[in-house]
């Protein structure tokens, strides 16, 4: 919704400013059992992203299971997206929704819509599906980031800093690596049969994820022997990770870390970073027996998608 105030001004003329939604894809299959109802789907979706999940999202939802679900159907998971605190919920229209609108008398109203070809909406790195086929025994551990404002940047930062597009962002990143240390991975290893050992534990991100691998490979090297730094966020932070680069590190480390061409808005700031990133290189490979991988990917930008093509990559350079 708007304040009064917000509305006042649009209708004065001034510009009236929303935040822009994400889309989340939903991908259907199959269709429902017996005693299961289209308000089990978004009762289960509300566990998976909870009541908060779909804040400023876009609720879309695709795949061979849209076929199986009548319009009313729909129009109940639709409805109850509202519960996810999502901006709306959308479907595709077919011939499920032709015959509809021929009962109701409205065929001329028919509006064929439809994803674009290449939508990718929120895609992940595809780990399971690549661990699955490729019969790799890894355990993979990820966590979830906290989606409200700025925590996600402030959780995944072990600095603070001021950044143009979101302000002041208090780094708690610190405070997360030690938990994931002395909380975390014990509880992982006590829990499941792990090997515990450095030459057996690894850490990946990409984004704020991968500067966060970084800072732990410079600072944890004795607990983990690789690290996967895929577009690490530098820009606003590299004064203070380049004072974090002379950390001793434990000898048979391996870093891979990335950039892509396409991720930044012009040529000085992808000059700027690449600079950056070639530093970090540099220094790393200074250091007693740490190999140092890194890749730029022209075409890359900086999304799941272009880091989804890249996993093949760092699993055979990693020897994973």
Known sequence: GAGGLDVACAMAGLPFSIVKPKVVGVKLVNKLRDGVSAKDII?????????????NKIIEYYGDGVK???VPERA??????????????????????KEYL????????????????????GVSWGLKDYLEKHDNRLMVVGLECNHEGNERLSEFSPYSFEDYSFGYVEGKGIALIDWMINELKPYIDEKYPTKPG???????????????????ILKHSDIFSKAVCVSCHLYPLFKQMRKDLRTKMHPNTT???????????????????????????????????VKVIPYVFKNHDHSETAWRKELPMWFKELGL
């Open 43 to 55: 009762i289960k979706l509300i566990g998976i992203m909870t009541v908060k999940g779909g804040v």
């Open 102 to 121: 021929i009962q109701q008398g409205r065929e001329e109203d028919y509006i064929e819509m439809k994803a674009d070809e290449d939508a990718t909406y």
């Open 198 to 216: 450095r030459s057996h534990t690894y850490i990946g991100g990409s984004s704020m994820g991968g500067l966060m691998s970084l800072y732990i």
């Open 255 to 289: 870093v891979y870390i990335s950039w892509g061409g396409r991720e930044f808005g012009n040529n000085h700031v992808f000059a700027t970073v690449t600079d950056q990133n070639l530093q970090i290189v540099r220094a790393l490979m200074k250091k007693p027996q």
């Open 68 to 70: 199986t679900l009548t």
């Open 76 to 97: 109940t998971i639709c409805n109850m997206g509202a519960e996810l605190g999502a901006t709306t919920s959308i479907f595709p229209t077919d011939e499920r929704t």
